[in-house]
């Protein structure tokens, strides 16, 4: 259906090509009627094998059309029939006879229906159209007015075979979020081809909010992560089949870190993930945190696992995510572990993740303290990043955790 629509256009870009042809050809014969009535039989130039009146160029398979037409200014001239014939060398012959007779006014001669002849009413013109064009058909055509010894034209057909090529963008190109990326499919050959684009993935809308574009470049803007996908573009000259090549699209986001945390309920800081300390107390709560930081887009969901296990919200865990609307280059998610029992202990990861890359780290919670033990060791004197970024993430986990409301959702 699509090359049948494909096929519709180029048939009335024919038409319009052979409409303006016949414009071109009455403005010649406008100039011509300047011309004296003597030279219209005597003149060398228009009556020569040597002067041609036109060169067409078809591919194989193609439709040739070759126009002749003379100055209509007498009566004789409107009404009399134009033959046509092809000539059998390239000297011709001034009476005709040498070559294959093709058409006599309106009628074709030649037993090949690949052959019509259109001739307008009370005109001095005709149009020799040839059809699925083969190797053969190329050479010189001769035109003349019946009953005329001198007034005839020449025409070359070439038929050359049809060809597609092209130079085209990489088949996998990489885009940076925010940035123009063009995917080029530049065709040359014979005919020339025309170039159209469609998108092959599970989202079949184009950049432009199209389903098909016209073109040999299809630029996209500001690309996003909705733009990745596989792009086609099709050359197709309506001889050849048509050639496809396929580019995929890979748009990735900014880089981005991921950072852990732990803190106790009786901590007044937050603690990097790979420590030991602080222990965990019993019955008492215990926080786990990981922040995604960096100019993401889309900004990473973050989901936790215990042991490999997907954590819910429940009576014994509570999970806060900031809503990545507040900040924009980090988003963070905390993991409160409510009354902590020995059975509690285990491995904890946070998976944070969006269209383009996951990253991932893994809490060792180990060990349990009772509550009133001492427990804050001497070497808890953390680097000053930590103690910036674990007073920032603080800020908004002031409030006493034991108090947090549960849900009904077990893990």
Same mark, same amino acid.
Not at 83 to 98: F, L, V
Not at 230 to 259: A, G, R
Not at 382 to 391: I, Q, T
């Given at each position: ?51 041609? +009146? ?142 159209? +684009? ?26 996003? !992560? ?25 748009? !990735?986001?900014?880089? +981005? ?46 989901? +936790? ?19 990545? !609307? ?86």
């Amino acid at each position: 259906m699509l090359r049948l629509f494909v096929r519709l256009r180029y048939e009335l870009f024919m038409i319009d090509i052979f409409v303006l042809s016949l414009a071109v050809h009455k403005a010649d014969l406008r100039k011509l009627r300047s011309v004296d009535k003597k030279d219209l039989d005597t003149n060398p130039l228009t009556n020569s094998v040597e002067f041609i +009146w036109s060169t067409t160029t078809v591919a194989v398979g193609d439709t040739a059309v070759l126009h002749c037409s003379f100055d209509a200014i007498f009566q004789q001239l409107r009404n009399g029939n134009i033959d046509w014939s092809k000539e059998t060398s390239r000297d011709g012959d001034p009476d005709g006879s040498g070559g294959v007779s093709i058409a006599s006014g309106k009628r074709v001669t030649v037993e090949d229906s690949r052959f019509r002849v259109f001739r307008p009413h009370n005109s001095a013109l005709s149009v020799l159209i040839i059809r699925r064009s083969k190797k053969k058909d190329a050479g010189i055509y001769r035109c003349n007015l019946s009953g005329s010894s001198t007034r005839h034209k020449y025409m070359i057909l070439n038929v050359t075979e049809s060809k597609i090529e092209a130079q085209t963008s990489p088949a996998t190109l990489r885009a940076k979020i925010g940035n123009d990326v063009t995917l080029w499919c530049n065709a040359t050959g014979y005919p020339k081809p025309i170039v159209y +684009w469609t998108r092959d993935d599970r989202n079949r809308q184009l950049p432009d909010g199209s389903y098909q574009y016209w073109g040999n470049g299809l630029q996209v803007k500001s690309a996003s !992560e909705s733009d990745t996908g596989v792009y086609t573009c099709y050359l197709d000259n309506f001889v050849q089949p048509i050639v496809t090549y396929k580019f995929s699209l890979m748009v !990735e986001d900014n880089p +981005w870190n991921l950072d852990g945390f732990r803190m106790r309920f009786d901590s007044k800081q937050w603690f990097a993930h790979d420590r030991a300390d602080p222990k965990p107390v019993k019955t008492k709560s215990y926080l786990l945190m990981c922040e995604a930081r960096g100019a993401s887009r889309p900004q990473p969901l973050i989901r +936790w696992y215990k042991d490999g296990k997907a954590i819910r919200s429940s009576k014994h865990f509570y999970i806060i995510t900031d809503s990545p !609307e507040s900040k924009s280059n980090k988003a963070s998610s905390t993991l409160v572990i409510m009354n902590f029992l020995p059975r509690f202990q285990g491995n904890y990861t946070c998976v944070a993740s969006n269209v383009f890359r996951m990253k991932k780290l893994t809490f060792y919670v180990r060990g349990v303290e009772s509550e009133g033990q001492e427990t804050t060791p001497t070497e808890l004197t953390v680097r000053k990043k930590e103690k910036d970024r674990g007073a920032a993430a603080s800020s908004h986990l002031t409030r006493d955790f034991n108090a947090i409301p549960t849900t009904d959702v077990q893990q």
